[in-house]
């Protein structure tokens, strides 16, 4: 399985973004599709996340300006994000949580840089 993360960038303080991944290679099921972020010096953290039956799951920092999609036939997963801030500058990684029997597997995309200017 392959994730490929596409859409960041340079933005100033306001603008929008939108980041999408598509997953590709032997994928029968798709649970969990989410984002990651993590800015220099900080932990790795959850942004969003989308279930299969289409749940959303928001960090607090970025609800109500980022919303989360997926789209099911293309194993794709979207990241609009608005009204952006210096704080959301960080490595936004995407990833997926497969099903496979009884177990589940996470896979993690390369990441994409977000920077925000002031």
């Known amino acids: 399985v392959q994730l490929q993360a596409s859409g960041g960038g340079l933005v100033q303080a306001g603008g929008s973004l939108r980041l999408s991944c598509a997953a590709s290679?032997?994928?029968?099921?798709?649970?969990?599709m989410g984002w990651y972020r993590q800015a220099p010096g900080k932990q790795r953290e959850l942004v969003a996340a989308?279930?299969?039956?289409?749940?959303?799951n928001y960090a607090d920092s970025v609800k109500g300006r980022f919303t989360i999609s997926r789209d099911n036939a293309k194993n794709t997963v979207y990241l609009q994000m608005n009204s952006l801030k210096p704080e959301d500058t960080a490595v936004y990684y995407c990833?997926?949580?497969?099903?496979?029997?009884?177990?589940?597997?996470?896979?993690w995309g390369q990441g994409t840089l977000v920077t925000v200017s002031s």
């Open positions: 290679g032997s994928i029968f099921s798709i649970n969990v």
């Open positions: 989308i279930t299969s039956g289409g749940s959303t």
């Open positions: 990833n997926i949580k497969v099903v496979a029997g009884h177990y589940e597997y996470d896979y």
